[in-house]
């Protein structure tokens, strides 16, 4: 089974960006697809970003046109760029498949200041 390790997370002030990577333990092309999920206090964790196979990618409402999924496969990498930020992007992210959820890394914790 694959392997996801995800990092980059910190503090920083609204408007600023952070940049997010997962780490595959396994080729890339080997996943079917690759998503950022975050889940805030008190609150339901939620897909906000999925990349597949042929490098289409996704985002949910609440990211579109700040935040961006890409990949580097010679270093299984799935990368999260993070602009334009704001206190409610406070969470904890995750990297993880889309079809098997079963298991769940420790995620990387990202705080927006006001």
């Known amino acids: 089974q694959v392997q996801l390790v995800e990092s980059g997370g910190g503090l920083v002030q609204a408007g600023g960006s952070l940049r997010l990577s997962c780490i595959a333990s396994?080729?890339?092309?080997?996943?079917?697809?690759v998503a950022w999920y975050r889940q805030a206090p008190g609150k339901q964790r939620e897909l906000i970003a999925s990349?597949?196979?042929?490098?289409?990618?996704s985002y949910s409402d609440s990211v579109k046109g700040r935040f961006t999924i890409s990949r580097d496969t010679a270093k299984n990498t799935v990368y999260l760029q993070m602009n334009n930020l704001k206190p409610e992007d406070t969470a904890v992210y995750y990297c993880?498949?889309?079809?098997?959820?079963?298991?769940w890394g420790r995620g990387t914790q990202v705080t927006v200041s006001i």
């Open positions: 396994r080729s890339l092309f080997s996943i079917n697809a």
């Open positions: 993880n498949t889309v079809t098997d959820l079963t298991s």
């Open positions: 990349i597949v196979q042929t490098g289409h990618t």
